[in-house]
């Protein structure tokens, strides 16, 4: 049991909304998505309502959205695991990958195609590969 846990349950979404909120510009910066692709990753997010979540820190997320910021966080976690090197980590996400789900395309590619599926695909292939 973590400490959100014993919140009430808007308490707790919003302590879940602003860490996501949080999260995302160490993300982008990490793996060098632009603003357009970080949208993207978030179910196709309006431009002003990325920038007035990232700047507040407050703009409500939905369940999708905050699974995906989960499956983001995920994917980070697990490259840092499987690469001692935070550059051969992150770079990752930028080279060809012939294994499924990317089959010859590079993980960024894929995960822009905008799917929760996709984020979710990734997320299990690098837990699955770690152990």
Known sequence: MT???LLTPQ????AKVQAAWKALPALAERFHFSE?????LMGDMPRATYRKGVALQSTRLNRDQLDRVSYLLGIMK?????YVDSLQAYSWIDRANSL?????MTPRQYLL????RHLSDTRRMLDAWRG
């Open 100 to 104: 499924p789900p990317f089959n010859g």
């Open 11 to 14: 308490v707790a979404h919003d």
């Open 78 to 82: 697990a490259l840092r695991l499987l």
């Open 3 to 5: 400490h959100i846990d």
């Open 113 to 116: 195609e905008g799917s929760l």
């Open 36 to 40: 357009a692709e970080m949208r993207v």
